[in-house]
């Protein structure tokens, strides 16, 4: 087996990368390690919360040349950071209660060692997305499971002829 040789293009990527997530202020780019092989972008490392390790991602993706990136970053929640499952159900709960775009009452959540799964049903998929956004930043959130389904309501014929 050859070791693969990194071409000019993908150390160009990985600088731009380094630089993209070094001037966003979510990012602490010193806990994660960037590698690009054939502009796919491999992000490993450790943080210490779901919403950098989604903001390194996105930082990722909006460089030129980058076609699909690899999140391997781990989230370990500092002990005196910490929540309970039974602490961040609460702030699901009251987070999707207070999000004005979120139909909370068609929304169930479970919490196991803080990750977060979403369930239920809605009618816009912009629902869905604005659900599983109003929680991926909550304190103590390890990671996100949206399995809330997409399920428009039913037109009758004559009111499409109107």
Known sequence: ?????????????????????????????????????????????????????????DAAHRVAGVLDVVNDIQVRIPRGKARSDTEIAKAVRSALEWDVWVPEERIKSTVSDGWVTLEGEVEILRERADAERTIRRLAGVCGVTNKIEVRPPNVAAEDLRE
């Open 1 to 57: 087996m050859t070791a693969r040789v990194q071409t000019k293009h993908d150390l160009h990527i990985q600088q731009e990368v380094l630089r993209e997530m070094n001037w966003d202020t979510r990012v602490e780019d010193q806990e994660i390690t960037v590698a690009v092989v054939d502009g796919i972008v491999s992000l490993t490392g450790v943080t210490d919360s779901y919403a950098k390790k989604l903001a390194a991602q």
